[in-house]
């Protein structure tokens, strides 16, 4: 079975506009956009039906070119990449997958980017209580091939409330718990490029799972849900 492809040209396209970042120059190649924007919604799309395989998935989100201005000190109006999201369904399906598509720096993530207030509690108290599988889950070897490190932000010493001192303090401190890829432009070209974001999502599923678990159950073990 063929799947849509990133071409050349829609990085091409974003190589272009990175250089030529003004009103003017996106109006007069705007068509020339709106068919790489298409290429890119298509590619989302056939990855979403991939996932929905072996996942469930709620919905898929093509990000706006247009850069929001109001409160950067980058005035320029447009973004030089292309990027989607995907939402597991419910609430009982946690986490999220990222596809983000520049020139040099392609990568796709999943995770957890801004847990609210209740639900990043919640991981620091599973972790403050047992952070064996959750470590299990992130060190194993062929998640490791994979994904590579835990990344995201964290706070400098501890959290309000949790002992600086606790042997798990580095993972309780975390304030995002994000995993990343990278990929070359000739990887991003390849004709099998979705299925290898489809295989890299299948790996990161022992991480949901657990962190589904966790966000869905009190302190006790007991379900949260109705």
């Known amino acids: ?35 790489h924007e298409k290429e890119v ?17 709620e919905k898929m989100k093509l990000f706006r ?3 929001d201005v109001r409160f950067s000190n980058d005035k320029t109006p447009y ?28 990568f796709i993530a999943a ?21 064996s599988e959750f470590r299990k889950i992130i060190n ?3 998640f490791k091939k994979v994904w590579g490190e835990l990344v995201g ?8 409330g949790f002992d600086r001192d606790h042997p798990d303090i580095d993972l309780i401190k975390r304030k995002q718990f994000i995993f990343v890829r990278n990929f070359s432009d ?8 979705v299925k290898t974001i489809d295989d890299s999502f299948k790996a990161i599923r022992p991480y949901f799972d657990l962190m589904s678990m966790i966000l869905t159950t009190d302190l006790n073990g007991e379900s949260l849900l109705n």
Do not use: C
């Open 79 to 106: 973004k030089s990449h292309l990027a989607g999201s995907f939402s597991r369904a419910g609430a009982k399906f946690r986490g999220g997958y990222y596809v983000h598509l520049k020139p040099g720096r392609s």
């Open 65 to 67: 070119i247009y850069r």
């Open 1 to 35: 079975m063929l799947h849509p492809i990133i071409t050349k040209g829609t990085l091409q396209f974003l190589t272009d506009l990175e250089k030529n970042n003004n009103r003017e120059w996106f109006e007069e190649h705007k068509t020339q956009f709106k068919g």
């Open 140 to 142: 194993d070897v062929s």
């Open 153 to 160: 932000d964290e706070v400098k010493t501890a959290p309000k």
């Open 186 to 193: 000739q990887q991003v070209l390849s004709n099998d490029f």
């Open 41 to 57: 919604k298509n590619f989302l799309n056939a990855l979403m039906e991939l996932l929905s395989v072996h996942d469930e998935v």
């Open 111 to 131: 995770g957890f980017w801004e847990p609210n207030k209740e639900d990043l509690f919640r991981i620091r108290k599973e972790l403050e209580h047992d952070a």
